[in-house]
Nanobody, 115 residues
């Protein structure tokens, strides 16, 4: 059974940094790309970043130049490094593993950017 568990969220001031982690259970990690999404209060869930099995990643325009994504095969983990955080980055951040026939989601981790 595939499970995704996020961690690393919290309260941070504007301009600060956080690193989110997503640990994936099961042997599927090495053969799967993963993604990060976020959902702000009253808004739809939106794409933030994705990373393929080779470690190449892409990010949404809203976070370009501030967020990066990486993965560690030894730990079955993907990371979202978030720098220069803005108030509008406040959201619940979700890890996503898309397969051809279904998608897996973590429970989310809350990020609050506030002064």
């Amino acid at each position: 059974q595939v499970q995704l568990v996020e961690s690393g969220g919290g309260l941070v001031q504007p301009g600060g940094s956080l690193r989110l982690s997503c640990v994936v259970s099961g042997s599927i990690f090495s053969s799967s790309g993963l993604a990060w999404y976020r959902q702000a209060p009253g808004k739809e869930r939106e794409f933030v970043a994705s990373i393929d099995t080779a470690g190449w990643f892409s990010v949404a325009d809203a976070v370009k130049g501030r967020f990066t994504c990486s993965r560690d095969g030894a730990k079955n983990a993907v990371y979202l490094e978030m720098n220069s955080l803005k108030l509008e980055d406040t959201a619940v951040y979700y890890c996503n593993l898309p397969l051809s026939d279904r998608q897996y989601w973590g429970q989310g981790t809350q990020v609050i950017v506030s002064s």
